[in-house]
C-alpha cells in the first residue's frame, strides 16, 4: 500500500502550492509547452500545460482538483505513457518514495523530450534545521533514511543544474520546514501528518520532543533561543530544484 494511502486523508488541508515556489518551479521548466507531473499526488505545483499526472495512491488522485490534468495510477519506474509524449517531465518531492531511483529517472527520460526538473532537499543541510536537531532526533533519523543524497540523483542526470529553493516565514505548503517561523503549528497533528518523516516516525516517539516545544512557547524561550528567524522573511533549509536535459 502507497504510504499516502495511509496518511494522504487529509493531504490538501495543509498542502497547497505556494505561488512563490510555484514561480521558481514555472522558471525551472522554462518553455515546455507539455509537461508530465511523476508522483503527482494532488497536482501541487502542477502548470496548467500538463499532459499527464501520474501517482500509485488513488488517495492523493481523488484529491485533485475539478479541471486538472489527466491522472493515471501508476508508479514511477513503470509510467503508462508513451515515449517522448511531452517536453518536460517534472517530479515534486516524490524520489523519496520511489523503490528505484534509476528506473524512475530513465523512464522520465524516456517520456521527456527536453528537460527534467525535481524539487528535492539535501538531506545534511535539513538535519540541522531546528525542528528535527533540537526536539524531534527521531524524525531526523527518518528523515535521513527517505531522502535521496542529491549527489545520488544528479550523477544519474546529463548537465544537472541546482537552484535553492528558500521557505516563505508564511509558506502555503506544509511541507516539513514550512513553519520555521510558526512553531505551534508542529503541535497539530494534522498538520504533522502531511509532513511524511513526521508521519512515519509516529506520534508515540514525537511526543517527548513535542511536549518540549509546547513548553519552550509557553515559557518564551524558543522565541528567545530563535528571535534571528523572527526577522527573517525566508529560510534556506535544503529544499533545491534539479534541472536536467532530458
Known amino acids: 500500500m502507497a504510504l499516502y494511502d495511509v496518511i494522504g486523508e487529509t493531504y490538501t488541508a495543509t498542502r497547497r502550492a505556494d505561488p512563490r ?19 503527482a499526488g494532488a497536482g501541487s505545483y ?18 485533485r482538483p475539478a479541471g486538472a490534468a489527466p491522472a493515471l495510477v501508476g508508479s ?29 529517472v530513465a ?41 535521496v543524497p ?26 516539513a520546514a514550512a513553519y520555521w517561523r510558526r512553531p505551534a ?3 497539530d497533528p494534522v498538520v504533522r501528518a502531511g509532513m511524511s ?6 506520534d508515540r516517539a514525537l511526543a517527548p520532543g513535542l511536549a518540549r516545544l509546547a513548553r519552550d512557547l509557553e515559557s518564551g524561550e524558543w522565541q528567545r533561543k530563535h528571535a534571528d528567524l523572527l526577522e527573517r522573511d525566508s529560510l534556506d533549509v535544503g529544499y533545491c530544484l534539479i534541472i536536467a536535459d532530458a
Open 150 to 175: 542529491v549527489g545520488q540523483l544528479t550523477a544519474m542526470l546529463d548537465r544537472p543544474r541546482m537552484r535553492p529553493v528558500p521557505i516563505p516565514h508564511d509558506c502555503a505548503d506544509g511541507v
Open 46 to 63: 502542477e502548470p496548467p500545460q500538463t499532459v499527464a499526472a501520474v501517482d500509485p495512491s488513488m488517495t492523493m488522485l481523488r484529491q
Open 197 to 202: 518523516a513526521l508521519a512515519k516516525t509516529g
Open 21 to 39: 515556489i510555484g514561480a521558481l518551479v514555472a522558471s525551472a521548466l522554462g518553455g515546455a509547452a507539455s509537461v508530465v507531473n511523476v508522483g
Open 107 to 147: 523512464e522520465m527520460r524516456r517520456v521527456a523530450r527536453d528537460r527534467l526538473v525535481f524539487l528535492t532537499w539535501i538531506a545534511e543541510q535539513f538535519a540541522d534545521f531546528w525542528l528535527f536537531s533540537e526536539y524531534l532526533p527521531a524524525a531526523a533519523e527518518t528523515d535521513a533514511e527517505l531522502a
Open 76 to 104: 514511477a519506474e513503470h509510467l503508462p505513457l508513451r515515449n517522448d509524449c511531452a517536453d518536460a517531465a517534472m517530479a515534486i518531492l516524490t524520489i523519496h518514495h520511489w523503490s528505484d531511483l534509476a528506473a524512475g
Open 185 to 187: 503549528a508542529y503541535l
